[in-house]
């Protein structure tokens, strides 16, 4: 432990001894989120309860320079949730209330350590739901959601997380306790929660949210298609949006995951497939059931081999825990693996797919995909052994050339799952200097030292070093052991 | 222990199973289903950090620490967290596996109350320890001296021993279950019954229900007296070598033409169950025969009188996580006509027992009782059922203490209530 | 100033060309903003061109204020400064467009209704319609974040607005966001660029999400004798599993022009979905309105465009409240309106809480302030919500402050990042909240 124990001392007056993680076995196990390639252990860990608390922790953090990684449930798949630089880790998921439900208002006061899943589960009975659905959703936090701009299946019609966010009471890396927006949709001024939202923790923390409610819809409608080829699905999907047609939810899992969905989850999806279509229709009944309509003769236009309809609640909710659960079977694929997160345009679907089996042939590794067909965000997952020697290399050059490839075809490198310290080195793919330069500055604004996060979104790159001083850490990372 | 081969930290005999700590992706998917991490609230009590502390010994990046040791302690072993894992993490027998690493190497948690543990340990797998423990007991209670005690608040400064008194029901006169129960109508097959360690003094009315049940069902019902301890305890503390010697000790207890072992504690179902992974020689195709009590009963056709009250269904870990049976013990409760079942609220969170765990770690047994005791008096139901006598005595205790007037039962004996009416 | 006004004349001619910029005294005078008349107008043909125009009036420290059509131009407080107004009209191709994608990239010139006629070619649409969008751009648009009753359904240009490319104060090219609909690669730029009213960077050009043109639509007028019916109707809707697609909120006046006499509150309903969807959600509005004390009609599709007209007057305020408060603040304008003896027509929505109001009276500058903005404001601040005067004449602007206060929190904020990405003051110096 190389703080000064003065400062570990007044970090333990903020949230109480029960608040601090020291102990190096207890700082490991904070090494990493769901992205366990990127690893980087804290100086230490703190568990705050409350908003002031979280303001303190920061501003003392500041006036130490010491880099500040805020954690929510430690499912992000970007190494956002993790130390490179040492530093204090802010963890918070003892701050999991609900603090308001305002039905008439239709929107939820909570706190960002509550579970995204509890919220829906504590608004259903009164007819209510939180749109955003991460894969994640049973144990990713509001706060990581907010942080991330969370997507999830039925993004596609719904939006993602900062479409759902009124207002956000946060703690700027500046040490400012401010509440940014609030149960009044418009109000005079720069959308400073729409902003914040996406932030990946480097403009600060977010310690209250006040989060849209939707109603529950009149009827709901949920089909799987499965289909021969990998193209045929993908080009049904094309064929749905073209058609003018938006699912709630429209996600294609290949036969790679449905051996493994049904070994480890058993839901139902036809062993044999080379691919199945998860299509969800949402709405008015008489909307749900025209869409379906015209939605059968198109998947039967391409060749589908079977077209099932879920009879019930049951069926409907064991059909999405064999979606919800694919990253989890990831396990009975391969020991190793990488998940990649990129978009193309929709309409360049079945293209993006066929080259990237080319790709996949080429480098003699397998590709299992899961993904959010409808909005073109995919999900291909790079299984490889570890232990294999060349594998990490040929698997690592697979990925970088997958990347290119949906960059070509008009895409963006992270469709939902942000950028973190994964792709941080990426984004000048995507954006010039000048761009890369504003988003630099755009941080200074909330972060002036540079404390939030350091490392993370913004790559380390001297195109966007003007305005962008990194904070020096004052603690080198305590690699221990 | 130079010289031995080695798997990271740990010797590669009886080491986790690196493929098993491998299969964990780390996607936190446990965490909400975890008793600790839902109390407790940091990541090294979580599965998912437990894990990875295995891990990294496993890998050698960590030495096993008392430290290391304390977080596992914490753990209830509940197995919660195998239901949740998607990616079929076999998360008891690595905590198992570790724990005897740990308890070999005389590495303990800081903090853990090892004498109430060795105490738990040497007496309650050991009936014949425990008998004459229970006469004193029984007329303990009996004498008024109990009422006194308790009144007077004379245990307070004890910790354990007041946790033990509080969790003691009133002990019952009578004694067990004959050896040999033949069975009625149509002969199905014969049946061994565990009568258990602690149940057999605490509970024994349950295994005389059980008895009659299987009796009713067709089986002859044989009920070894030399029976000892399953050895689940030991093996949850870590102790391989006395769990596998009781555990064959156990085994030679039963005579090999039994169709069917059966079981009414959840513990101990789960531990036999297992025997094939810990054991060779035959402990297969012992573990093959055992089943729950509800695994059997549903399968035969029970006549049952009504019984027109509201009953809620408590999920004990070792029968939900350890063993999957979740819907049988529920069918049969909704075969007993005028019963109305109503689901309990996080039925299969653990309540606190956790075999010895309330007596060793009461701040988070009594936090975990208290949250289950409020579940369970939101269900508005009269009677609440549980297949674990550790369940029904923990439950029974935060039950006293909310003041919430309900009773507390075995499936069985409701079912041995209304047989045959 | 260094240089001289026919060399800077001569500088912008060299960039737009000289029939591009604009300097008769009759046009300067025709193109007056709160009364403040500019120097010169220019019309950039070009991304670069609007780059180099700010490049150069940003070093030679001028004030440039940016246009479309125009419309908005009175909203915010009078310039401090104003030099050059930059008119991106010119501006104003498709510049990709994938209807299988439901993306559209376009230039900021465009107007609403150019865009509108392109989509609609292939059943598609851009869900905003501000009132009197038809003749906006689509530049103007973003830059107030000028929304309409299809937000119920649909959201705002924020939800709307997929990347953003705008020039910043120096002149340099930038891009924000992303082309497709699902990307969160950097921070949300155009979060920050729409609405930012022009006081960041000009906004040359926009990706932005489309939806599908409902095959069908219906109509209906609901109104009330009594307000509290009316509220309880709206909320039975919202708690409902209806689907309209938009809903508006017509007090006494307005509702005049739609034929309701001495109605004390009328809705305007659209529902918008497949014939069968439309009728059976119609019939089942129509009887849940009528259970609540409604009279029901159908109305034609038409009906709604009339709000661009209705909406037309000399001053012009918005109140934001909570949804749930939206009645009652329609009741709040009417009686403080009434009190001053002045008609004051309102729309407001219950699904966003957003009323736009029209005095066409005429009536002095103090008496709004005294007898309506500041009462209203008072009310409001404790609830969140707040009033902006989003037209009224450059003199009746000196009486009251056209932003309303903000919490000092966020305008602590607010002003860094106008000090960051424009210290000097070149884009539209003074006319944002706060005096940004």
Known sequence: MTFPPAFLGELERIVGARGVVSSPEGRLTYEADMHTFHKGIPDVVVLPETAEQVALIVRACRREHVAVVPRGSGTGLIGGAMAPHGGVMIGMNRMNRILELDLANRCATVQPGLINLSLSQATREHGYYFAPDPSSQMVSSIGGNCSTNAGGPHCLKYGITVNHVLGLQVVTGAGELVWLGNKVQDRPGYDLTGVFVGGEGTLGLVTAAIVRL?????????????????????????????????????????????????????????????????????????????????????????????????????????????????????????????????????????????????????????????????????????????????????????????????????????????????????????????????????????????????????????????GFRPGPSRIPAGAWV | MTGEPRLGAFDLKDAPSMDGLRACVHCGICLPQCPTYRVLGEEMDSPRGRIYLMRAAAEGRMDLTATMARHLDLCLGCRACESACPSGVPFGHLLEATRAQLASRGVHGTGTDRTTLNLALQWFPYPRRLAPMMRALYAYQRSGLQALVRSLGFLASFRTLRNMEALLPRLPAGNGVPELTPAQGKRRGRAGLLTGCVQRFVYPEVNRDTARLLSAAGYDVVTPREQECCGALHLHAGQLTEFRQMATKFMAAWESDLDVIVVNAAGCGSALKEYGHWLDDGAGSFSSKVRDISEVLLEADLPLGSLGETVTYHDACHLAHGQKIRSEPRQLLKRIPGLVLVELPDSDLCCGSAGVYNLLEPG??????????????????????????????????????????????????LLARVLGR | MAVSSPALREAFAEIVGSGDVLDAPDVLDAHRVDGLRPRWIARPGTVDEVSRLMALAHVERLAVLPRGSGSALALGNPPKRLDIVVDLRRL????????????????????????????GEHGQMLALDPPGGSSRSIGGILATNASGPLRFRYGTARDLTLGVRFVQADGTVTWGGARVVKSVTGYDVPKLLVGSFGTLGIIVGATLRLHP????????????????????????????????????????????????????????????????AVSSQGEAMSGLARAHGAEVRSVPDSCWEQLDAILAGDVSFRLNSEPRRTVHWLGEVERLASGLDLRVLAVAQPGSGVMHAVVSDQISG?????????PLRAGLAPEGGSLVVERAAADLKENFDVWGPISPDSQAIMSRLKAEFDLDGTLSPGRFVGGL
Request: glycine share 8%; aromatic share 4%.
């Open chain 3, 213 to 276: 043109k409902p095959p069908a639509r219906g109509s209906w007028l609901l109104a009330w004798n009594a307000r509290e019916a009316a509220q309880s109707f709206i909320a039975a809707l919202i708690a409902s599993s209806l689907e309209p697609d938009r809903v508006i909120a017509l007090n006494e006046e307005a509702g005049r022009a739609y034929g309701c006499a001495d109605k004390k509150l009328a809705l305007l309903v659209s529902i918008g979905s497949v014939t069968e």
């Open chain 3, 92 to 119: 104003d191709a498709v510049t990709d467009y994938v209807p299988a994608d439901m993306v559209a990239s376009v230039e900021a010139g465009i107007s609403l209704g150019t865009l509108a006629r392109q989509l």
């Open chain 2, 364 to 413: 988070i047994a009594d936090e975990l009782g208290r949250r289950k005791v409020e579940r369970i008096r939101a269900t508005g139901a009269r009677i609440v059922v549980a297949g674990n006598p550790g369940c029904l005595m923990q439950i029974s205790r935060h039950c006293r203490a909310q003041g919430l007037e309900i009773e507390v039962a075995h499936p069985v004996s």
């Open chain 1, 214 to 466: 939707m109603h529950v819809p009149e009827a709901v409608k949920t089909m799987l298609a499965s289909f021969a080829t990998l193209d045929d699905a993908s080009e049904t999907v094309s064929a749905i949006i073209a058609a003018g047609i938006i699912p709630s939810a429209l996600e294609l899992i290949d036969d790679f995951f449905v051996r493994a969905i049904e070994e480890g989850i058993g839901a139902g999806y036809p062993k044999g497939a080379g691919a199945v279509l998860l299509i969800e229709l949402d709405g008015p009944r008489a909307e749900v059931e025209a869409q379906a309509a015209r939605i059968v003769p198109i998947c039967r236009d391409h060749a589908a081999l079977e077209i099932r309809i879920a009879q019930d609640e049951a069926e409907r909710a064991l059909l999405w825990k064999g979606r919800k659960e694919a990253a989890g079977v990831v396990g009975r694929l391969a020991s190793s693996w990488f998940l990649q997160d990129a978009v193309v345009p929709r309409s360049r679907l079945p293209q993006i797919m066929r080259e990237m089996q080319a790709i996949s042939a080429r480098h003699g590794l397998q590709i299992a995909n899961v993904f959010h067909a409808g909005d073109g965000n995919l999900h291909p997952i790079i299984l490889y052994d570890d232990r294999a020697p060349g594998e990490v290399d040929r698997a690592k050059a697979l990925n970088e050339e997958l990347l290119q490839a949906c960059l070509a075809l008009g895409g963006s490198v992270t469709g939902e799952h942000g950028v973190g310290l994964d792709k941080n080195q990426s984004l000048p793919l995507q954006f010039a200097a000048a761009d890369l330069n504003f988003m630099a500055r755009l941080r200074r604004v909330f972060d002036p030292d540079g404390i939030m996060n350091p490392g993370k979104l913004l790559p380390s790159h001297p195109a966007c070093g003007e």
């Open chain 3, 366 to 374: 103090t008496v709004l302030d005294q007898g309506l903005f500041r």
